[in-house]
Nanobody, 123 residues
Framework: QVQLVESGGGLVQAGGSLRLSCAAS????????MGWFRQAPGKEREFVAG????????AYADSVKGRFTISRDNAKNTVYLQMNSLKPEDTAVYYC????????????????WGQGTQVTVTV
């Protein structure tokens, strides 16, 4: 079992920045691919960014490329999402997720989820 706890959400004006953090409970954190997903009211949960367990290679949704950066610190069992140039359409609950055997960055592939953190971007 892996427990994930997100932090860093909040209210920010358009053009601003936030950094989300996700702390994992398991010492084998480095074995998991880690992803960030988001869900806006009335919409399905969608992939935002992910980072692989072995290569550390990252992937991003087209909507956030060039604005968001995912990183991980395996020594601290933590994954981060740096969000710059935020837009009102980035408003959503952001979830951290972990997968042991990942083939696609889709919600059904993720094994564990955090409780989510709200990000609200105002005009």
């Amino acid at each position: 079992q892996v427990q994930l706890v997100e932090s860093g959400g909040g209210l920010v004006q358009a053009g601003g920045s936030l950094r989300l953090s996700c702390a994992a409970s398991r010492r084998t954190f480095s074995s998991y691919s880690m992803g960030w997903f988001r869900q806006a009211p009335g919409k399905e949960r969608e992939f935002v960014a992910g980072i692989r367990e072995t290569t550390g290679s990252s992937a991003y949704a087209d909507s956030v490329k060039g604005r968001f950066t995912i990183s991980r610190d395996n020594a601290k069992n933590t994954v981060y999402l740096q969000m710059n140039s935020l837009k009102p359409e980035d408003t959503a609950v952001y979830y951290c997720a972990a997968a042991l055997f990942l083939t696609l960055w889709v919600p059904r592939q993720m094994d564990y989820w955090g409780q989510g953190t709200q990000v609200t971007v105002t005009v």
